[in-house]
């Protein structure tokens, strides 16, 4: 008992230094050198590059990449399918989906607000009811109805948004595919406070259920013969992941392959402990897209490039070597 938990101290403080060392560091890296003390001080341009700019930026990074990796645990846990990611049940396509329909429209702001946020998380609430409704039968939903209705109306999503592409204008249609791409931008304060308003209690509710998450990994009679509600949690498993990856999708686009490749990298490493998994998978999640969207804004600088292309320029070949790499330690 004592060396697991000593183990997990270790696990989580050291996902969590890693995230708290990008923190520290990523600001400081960018096309123009800046003064840390400079900056502190409150002098110009240090001070306004560094807490106007990139540390928003980063901070944004932190939480959408904590956020799809959790989800990824999640919906990898809920489905028990090991290719799941936080977009497998439509909500991703639903956000684009009302995000392309914002540009098409020429939407600007509503209120204060730009209004492609609030049409992409209209769009994720949109989808997120209407799988429910098909999803659920009286007071029942299975992983694998849940599983149809999202990879349906997720077609459904993704053909509107071709059609939508088709018909737009020259101007529409290379906005279009610069959201879909997915993409970290510097935000002001008040934004960056209630995005973190809303993840981080869902990220916090998840953390809670991660006994049940580990009974539901194995199959929903193991769980249901253990005394865990399993309907209660598919429900309230699809609505939390997919609130978060709908907000996530609402700010930054559709970013693939940080709930695919840090649920596994870090599985293959920690085991299937959910109760370990999810904070790790939050931190590592964190650290891994803000460094990636670090890269984004400096390799090619001043041009940046979108964080969806790096994630899978880099995340991809990093997954087919630990893939790999486990096969090869159970043959030896």
């Given at each position: 008992m004592?060396?697991?938990?000593?183990?997990?101290?270790?696990?989580?403080?050291?996902?969590?230094?890693?995230?708290?060392?990008v923190?520290?560091?990523?600001?400081?890296?960018?096309?123009?050198?800046?003064?840390?003390?400079?900056?502190?001080?409150?002098?110009?341009?240090?001070s306004?590059?560094?807490?106007?700019?990139?540390?928003?930026?980063?901070?944004?990074?932190?939480?959408?990449?904590?956020?799809?990796?959790?989800?990824?645990?999640?919906?990898?846990?809920?489905?028990?399918?090991?290719l799941?990611?936080?977009?497998?049940?439509?909500?991703?396509?639903?956000?684009?989906?009302?995000?392309?329909?914002?540009?098409?429209?020429?939407?600007?702001?509503?209120?204060?607000?730009?209004?492609?946020?609030?049409?992409?998380f209209?769009?994720?609430?949109?989808?997120?009811?209407?799988?429910?409704?098909?999803?659920t039968?009286?007071?029942?939903?299975?992983?694998?109805?849940?599983?149809?209705?999202?990879?349906?109306?997720?077609?459904?999503?993704?053909?509107?948004?071709?059609?939508?592409?088709?018909?737009?204008?020259?101007?529409?249609?290379?906005?279009?595919?610069?959201?879909?791409?997915?993409?970290?931008?510097?935000v002001?304060?008040?934004t960056?406070?209630?995005f973190?308003?809303?993840?981080?209690?869902?990220?916090?509710?998840?953390?809670?259920?991660?006994?049940?998450?580990?009974?539901?990994a194995?199959?929903?009679?193991?769980?249901?013969?253990?005394?865990?509600?399993?309907?209660?949690?598919?429900?309230?498993?699809?609505?939390?992941?997919?609130?978060?990856?709908?907000?996530?999708?609402a700010?930054?686009?559709?970013?693939?392959?940080?709930?695919?490749?840090v649920?596994h990298?870090?599985?293959?490493?920690?085991?299937?402990?959910?109760r370990?998994?999810?904070?790790?998978?939050?931190?590592?999640?964190?650290?891994?897209?803000?460094?990636?969207?670090?890269?984004?804004?400096?390799?090619?600088?001043?041009?940046?490039?979108?964080?969806?292309?790096?994630?899978?320029?880099?995340?991809?070949?990093?997954?087919?070597?630990?893939?790999?790499?486990?096969?090869?330690?159970?043959?030896?």
């Amino acid at each position: 008992m004592a060396n697991s938990r000593r183990r997990f101290w270790i696990a989580v403080l050291s996902s969590a230094a890693a995230a708290v060392l990008v923190l520290c560091i990523a600001p400081l890296i960018g096309s123009t050198s800046i003064d840390y003390s400079r900056a502190l001080a409150g002098l110009s341009p240090d001070s306004e590059i560094l807490f106007y700019t990139r540390l928003p930026r980063v901070l944004l990074a932190l939480l959408a990449g904590g956020a799809l990796a959790v989800a990824g645990v999640l919906f990898q846990a809920m489905l028990r399918d090991a290719l799941a990611t936080p977009y497998t049940l439509g909500v991703s396509g639903g956000a684009s989906l009302g995000a392309v329909a914002a540009i098409c429209l020429g939407w600007r702001e509503v209120g204060h607000l730009p209004a492609i946020w609030l049409a992409s998380f209209a769009g994720a609430a949109l989808v997120l009811f209407l799988v429910m409704g098909v999803a659920t039968e009286g007071r029942r939903m299975s992983s694998f109805t849940l599983l149809l209705a999202g990879v349906s109306i997720n077609t459904i999503c993704l053909a509107a948004i071709l059609f939508l592409q088709y018909i737009a204008s020259f101007g529409q249609t290379f906005a279009i595919v610069r959201w879909l791409m997915g993409g970290i931008d510097s935000v002001d304060y008040s934004t960056l406070a209630w995005f973190a308003a809303a993840v981080l209690p869902a990220v916090g509710l998840i953390f809670l259920r991660a006994r049940d998450w580990n009974l539901m990994a194995v199959g929903e009679d193991w769980a249901a013969a253990r005394g865990v509600s399993v309907s209660r949690l598919m429900l309230s498993g699809y609505v939390l992941g997919s609130f978060l990856a709908g907000t996530v999708t609402a700010l930054a686009g559709p970013i693939g392959f940080v709930g695919l490749i840090v649920p596994h990298a870090l599985r293959l490493k920690l085991g299937a402990d959910h109760r370990l998994l999810l904070p790790c998978s939050f931190f590592t999640g964190a650290a891994f897209l803000a460094i990636c969207d670090t890269v984004a804004r400096t390799v090619l600088a001043p041009t940046e490039i979108p964080v969806g292309v790096v994630t899978a320029l880099l995340g991809g070949p990093f997954f087919i070597w630990l893939l790999r790499s486990k096969r090869r330690s159970l043959w030896l």
